[in-house]
């Protein structure tokens, strides 16, 4: 890491303008920070400033890596400094981005790529956020700039390690630098293999002891690594239907942010129409001028492999990605992955390079970092709010994750009676036998998402269902409904 500061310090000239473009964005990731988090990071800071649950089998050390830090800085708003840290960690994956395309790319063109890859939404949205996906990337590239630099085998497998500690899905990266380790250098195969593997065992070695020194709901030691795959509902492995249609809407949206929020979104701030129109001039002009490309003449072996083993660990994520229902959030490394391939690989014309990344800035800044952070894009907070202050109540809603999240985060310790809509309505029916009646987000229209496109839309002809209260959120109107049973309404109004 110290001959990475001095190289920055030794070319200074030649590294000027993507420092320039890594500073700006490491600004806008510090200066604004989503207020729309996910149920996950509500629960991740929640984890941590309680000290429980800190070493989930998906993501080991996440938790309990943030833990020491707010203990360390006696820090009391948990959720905010995760959120502080992930920035901090974004502009680090983007030094090892600059670093590693230095040899390949000159000053100006990485300031254009460090732009496109600081500002594509998958990135920038969990640089602002408290989930889990930015620090393990951090770690990954560190291991590929260990790798293309030359340094220790046994460094580039331990760094490579701690990224699939910090989340299992690194697992496909640490595969890829294995292929070049093992690869580039034919005479030291079995010494590198060794040494790699020696760094490696820091995954083994973590997992064993946190299994053998916490207590779990998991038999053995594999169970445990599986665990999300076994006991979570919601996780699991197979090519469905809607996979075919959410993995290339999580892949666009990886790039440009897309959502149903835009409508309501320019319907209240027209002027926010004219990024539109820039930012697609823009991508137009690219499109027609990125066919004069060419490969690269002074191409040696070894560089030849590096670039390769990206594109297999863009393509192994992607395919992970998919038979994961299409999760966007596993592709938050696939723009970085594939750059580490093209850009090594193959000459491009600059006036492509530059109308991408300012394209990409432009949509995903107007679109995606101002109103995350400005505007509550969704009814889930006000939601949430409205729980807050009618605790006594029954509810069945629509993200009953995002809501229970929200609650223990904000409100720890108190008890909230919390359901999730289903498909079918056995639930609502035992519900409405114990009780008179519940409370529901049902007639609330959301915006079109991904999310949406997997949510229960049961049939509720069979029940009475009364607005109860409307409350304004940025973009919409979250309407609260009272559901009661209509034979109920029927023998009362008799």
């Not at 697992?171 to 250098?185: D, E, Q, S």
């Not at 129409?273 to 001028?289: A, E, N, R, Y």
């Not at 083993?309 to 863009?314: E, S, T, W």
Request: glycine share 4%.
């Amino acid at each position: 890491m110290k001959s990475f500061g001095i190289s920055l310090i030794k070319k200074e000239y030649g590294f000027i303008h993507p420092l320039y473009a890594i500073f700006l964005m490491g600004i806008l990731y510090i200066l604004f920070p989503s207020i729309n988090p996910s149920g996950d990071s509500y629960m991740f800071a929640h984890q941590i400033r309680s000290g429980k649950d800190l070493f989930l089998p998906h993501h080991l050390i996440y938790n309990a890596f943030y833990y020491l830090l707010t203990k360390l800085f006696s820090i009391s708003h948990t959720l905010k400094f995760i959120s502080l840290m992930n920035g901090f960690f974004a502009v680090g994956c983007l030094l090892f981005s600059n670093a590693i395309l230095s040899k390949y790319t000159s000053s100006l063109t990485r300031t254009f790529l460090l732009l496109f890859l600081g500002s594509c939404f998958g990135f920038m949205r969990y640089a602002t956020t408290g989930e889990t996906y930015i620090v393990p990337l951090f770690f990954s590239l560190w291991a590929s700039w260990c790798a293309i630099s030359k340094k220790s085998v046994f460094l580039t497998g331990l760094i490579a390690g701690i990224a699939c500690l910090f989340h299992q899905i690194h697992i496909f990266w640490w595969v890829g630098l294995f292929i070049f380790i093992t690869t580039a250098y034919p005479e030291k195969r079995t010494k590198n293999f060794i040494e790699y593997a020696l760094g490696s065992c820091i995954i083994p070695l973590v997992y064993f002891a946190v299994f053998y020194l916490t207590d779990y709901d998991s038999s053995n030691i594999l169970e445990y690594i599986t665990h999300d795959y076994i006991h979570n509902e919601g996780v699991e492995f197979s090519f469905k239907r809607k996979s075919l249609l959410l993995t290339p809407v999580s892949f666009i949206r990886t790039f440009y942010q897309i959502h149903g929020y835009f409508f309501p979104l320019i319907q209240k701030y027209w002027i926010l129409s004219l990024p539109i129109i820039l930012s697609s001039i823009l991508g137009i002009l690219g499109l027609i001028q990125i066919k004069r490309t060419r490969r690269r003449r002074n191409y040696n072996l070894f560089d030849s492999r590096f670039a390769h083993c990206h594109l297999l660990i863009f393509f192994l994520q992607l395919i992970f990605a998919a038979i994961s229902d299409g999760n966007a959030e596993f592709m938050v490394m696939l723009p970085f992955a594939l750059f580490l391939f093209v850009f090594i690989r193959y000459q491009f014309r600059q006036l492509p390079i530059y109308a991408f990344a300012l394209s990409v800035f432009i949509w995903n800044v107007s679109f995606g970092l101002i109103p995350y952070h400005f505007l509550e894009v969704t009814p889930d907070p006000a939601l949430a709010r409205y729980i807050r202050n009618h605790p006594e109540e029954i509810y069945y809603i629509k993200d009953r994750q995002a809501a229970r999240e929200n609650l223990a985060y904000h409100c720890p310790g108190q008890t909230f009676q919390l359901y999730r809509i289903m498909k079918d309505n056995k639930e609502l029916d035992t519900l409405l036998q114990q009780h008179n009646s519940v409370l529901s987000d049902i007639l609330t229209s959301r915006s079109l998402s991904r999310a949406s496109l997997t949510k229960a839309t049961p049939a509720v002809s069979g029940y009475s269902i009364e607005p109860e209260d409307s409350i304004r959120y940025d973009l919409g109107v979250l309407i609260v409904s009272r559901i009661k049973n209509k034979q109920e309404e029927f023998i009362r109004s008799e």
